[in-house]
């Protein structure tokens, strides 16, 4: 049985073309069933029947406080929680969701080629991935580094790109539980050609199994 995605979308900052075609690839996704919403009262209802919570690429506030309640209890008690690039922008003013996610964005420099460093093969987001990883994307700095309260599973290598502002230990793809919950988040998937590239397809597709906890969780 396909186990069931909400993918919200959402955004009342700035909007990211590549959307449709990100929403595209998760339906594509085998093994589950995705259903797209950009409606907060879509998150005010009961979200145990969905394997994972995907915040893809929303920006600014997006959830009611019913809604920021629901969250919260859905993932306090197992439920599954994917943030995907602008995923960090997003929720400012609620201090959990901030901590859920585990930091939020700062800035990022313009859209070019640079390289992921892969720390962990461990996870199924990052097993196929070769241990330098070239990628093009914008490379988001974030307000605090969250390692120490994550499971870095790959970080930007700052020398192969103009702009970083992190330093040598810049996380861009982590995992965390929170409660009985488990939360992914990749700062990669600006562009659209993202969501036709193979390697972050796998890497995307393997964050959200993770996230999401074996079928009939």
């Not at 909007?15 to 990100?22: E, K, L, M, T, V």
Request: proline share 7%; hydrophobic share 35%; aromatic share 12%.
């Amino acid at each position: 049985m396909a186990r069931r995605l909400l993918v919200h979308t959402r955004t009342t900052g700035y909007r990211h073309d590549s959307i449709p075609d990100a929403v595209a690839a998760l339906r594509a996704f085998d093994g589950f069933e995705a259903e797209h919403t950009e409606d907060p009262a879509a998150l005010e209802r009961p979200l145990e029947p969905y394997a994972a919570v995907v915040f893809l690429s929303t920006s600014g506030e997006v959830l009611t406080p019913a809604g920021r309640e629901r969250l919260a209890a859905y993932v306090e008690r197992g439920g599954g929680f994917v943030g995907v690039h602008a995923a960090a922008c997003t929720e400012y003013d609620w201090p959990y969701y901030g901590e859920l996610l585990g930091a939020r964005f700062a800035r990022h420099p313009d859209y070019q080629p640079g390289r992921v460093l892969v720390e962990d093969h461990g996870h199924p987001a990052t097993r196929h991935l070769p241990a330098v990883w070239p990628f093009t994307d914008e490379w988001y700095d974030f307000r605090t580094n969250p390692r120490g309260t994550v499971r870095v599973l790959a970080r930007a290598d700052e020398s192969s790109y103009r702009g970083g502002g992190m330093g040598a230990d810049h996380p861009l793809v982590w995992c965390r539980e929170q409660g009985r919950g488990r939360v992914f988040y990749t700062a990669l998937g600006h562009a659209s050609e993202a969501y036709t590239d193979p390697d972050f397809l796998a890497h995307l597709r393997g964050g959200t199994d993770w996230a999401a906890g074996p079928a009939g969780r």
